[in-house]
Nanobody
Framework: QLQLVESGGGLVQAGGSLRLSCAASGRTFSTYAMGWFRQAPGKEREFVGSISRSGAYTYYSDSVKGRFTISRNNAKNTVYLQMNSLKFEDTAVYYC???????????WGQGTQVTVSS
């Protein structure tokens, strides 16, 4: 049974930093690319970024490029989202997800709340 558990969310002032973690269990973690998404109140879920199976390749949305960094530790079955220079508009619930063989993100964690005060 696959499980994804996000942690590290919280309240931070604008300009501050947070690091989110997503711990996976139940599958061979290193065989899957992973993604981070977020959903702000009243808005649709938004893609934040992704990381390849090995961690060699990352991709970011324009809204976070240069401020957020995704990394992974396959030995620990964990993917990270380092968020720097946080803005009020980064306030959202952040989710990690597994990208399945078909290219779709087909399994999601429960999310962790990030609140940035202005």
């Amino acid at each position: 049974q696959l499980q994804l558990v996000e942690s590290g969310g919280g309240l931070v002032q604008a300009g501050g930093s947070l690091r989110l973690s997503c711990a996976a269990s139940g599958r061979t973690f290193s065989t899957y690319a992973m993604g981070w998404f977020r959903q702000a109140p009243g808005k649709e879920r938004e893609f934040v970024g992704s990381i390849s199976r090995s961690g060699a390749y990352t991709y970011y949305s324009d809204s976070v490029k240069g401020r957020f960094t995704i990394s992974r530790n396959n030995a620990k079955n964990t993917v990270y989202l380092q968020m720097n220079s946080l803005k009020f508009e980064d306030t959202a619930v952040y989710y990690c997800a597994v990208r399945g063989a078909g290219g779709e993100y087909d399994f999601w964690g429960q999310g962790t709340q990030v609140t940035v005060s202005s």
